[in-house]
């Protein structure tokens, strides 16, 4: 299998949840520390990027700060791949419970010919829940120097390998892979669903 790099971007203000996304507790557990876990487990170089660095000091992985502050997730992005120690890096939100790492395996292997390898589910996007190669890094220069904020907005200047549903469906039926914890009501719904039984 390709060897990646794993990136956890832990910016952002959790403002809809009302508290800091990555230390929401998932079996007794921060989520932040359960995703780095998991990304160990497909990466010996993990990064969280984060402009609160000493948070995370406890946990194994490197930490980076956003070298250009405000840009949201497109400048999250390009500081993880710009510290990556691979060409290649799989990306994902800190607030993403259910992580299948048959799925991500799955969308490592398909990354040696594309530059960028992403879900996409009833025509939407997963973007921080994919691979990207660091032939990605002039595009995005590109896209933050006019003013642009959205990752896919510089997905034409690259390879894009796009995971259809058909396909995500083979490992993850019930895309839970894809759930983020946005709002109250998602917090909720990933108690629940972790009450159930139902993690992938």
């Known amino acids: 299998m390709l060897t990646i790099s794993g990136i956890v971007l832990a910016g952002g203000q959790s403002s809809r949840l009302g508290t800091d996304k990555s230390f929401v507790t ?18 010996d170089d993990v990064i969280i990027v984060t402009d609160s660095p000493e948070r995370y000091n406890h946990l194994e992985a490197r930490r980076v700060g956003d070298i250009y502050p405000g840009k949201g997730a497109l400048g999250g992005v390009y500081s993880g791949l710009r510290a990556a120690a691979n060409d290649y890096s799989l990306v ?45 890094l002039e ?9 642009g904020l959205r990752i896919i907005d510089f997905f034409s200047e690259v390879q894009v390998r796009y995971v259809e549903e058909d396909e995500i469906d083979i490992f993850d039926p019930q895309h839970l892979s894809l759930f983020n914890v946005n709002t109250p009501s998602d917090l909720e719904e990933m108690k629940k669903r972790v009450r159930k039984g139902k993690r992938n």
């Open 92 to 136: 994902v939100a800190c607030d993403m419970p259910f992580l299948n790492l048959n799925l991500l395996r799955y969308m490592i292997l398909l990354a040696r010919e594309h530059d960028v390898v992403i879900p996409r589910i009833g025509g939407l996007l997963e973007p921080l829940h994919a691979v990207y190669s660091k032939s990605c």
């Open 139 to 147: 595009p995005i220069e590109r896209l933050l120097a006019r003013g």
């Open 26 to 43: 998932v079996k007794g557990k921060p989520l932040i520390e359960q995703i780095v876990a998991k990304l160990a487990r497909l990466s």
